[in-house]
């Protein structure tokens, strides 16, 4: 068994894969878009059919799915989850930290604190809540 998580974007999923495969150096992500699906794809609204239906990335050995809201649909990124970053390499991590923090906002200055020497939690341009730690 694997748990994995899936996000939901609203038109911008494709930007966001591209984004994170930059940052985090990994292979072309797998993309399926709308317009491939057999039977709906005449009945997608305009436009819709070169958003992405469903993507697969894999970021430092987890897989990490991707899409852009179904059409009629509104995904609203919130606060319930975020995703952790784990390094040993503290150089690593800040690299990858002002990356992601570029067009985001900053929660939680990257700083030493009781349990770590580097921890900060970002929210990237796309909405996502990216914690980093050193372990």
């Known amino acids: 068994m694997q748990l994995t998580t899936y996000i939901n974007f609203n038109g911008?999923?494709?930007e966001a894969l591209e984004f994170y495969k930059n940052i985090f150096k990994t292979e072309k992500p797998?993309?399926?878009?709308?317009?491939?699906?057999p039977e709906s794809s005449s009945k997608l609204p305009e436009g819709y059919g070169k958003l992405v239906m469903h993507?697969?990335?894999d970021i430092a050995g987890t897989t990490?799915?991707?899409?852009?809201?179904?059409?009629?649909?509104?995904t609203t990124i919130g606060n319930s989850f975020s995703?952790?970053?784990?390094?040993?390499d503290e150089a690593e991590l800040k690299e990858i930290y002002s990356k992601l923090k570029e067009g985001g906002t900053e929660i939680m200055e990257l700083q030493e604190t009781f349990w770590s020497k580097a921890f900060g939690y970002i929210?990237?341009?796309?909405?996502?809540g990216?914690?980093?730690?050193?372990?």
Do not use: R
Not at 30 to 37: A, N
Not at 130 to 135: D, I, P, T, V, Y
């Open 12 to 14: 911008n999923a494709g």
């Open 30 to 37: 797998s993309i399926m878009y709308f317009d491939e699906m």
């Open 55 to 57: 993507s697969k990335i």
């Open 64 to 74: 990490l799915f991707i899409s852009d809201s179904m059409p009629g649909e509104e």
């Open 83 to 88: 995703l952790i970053l784990d390094f040993t």
């Open 123 to 128: 929210i990237d341009k796309f909405g996502v």
């Open 130 to 135: 990216w914690q980093f730690n050193l372990s």
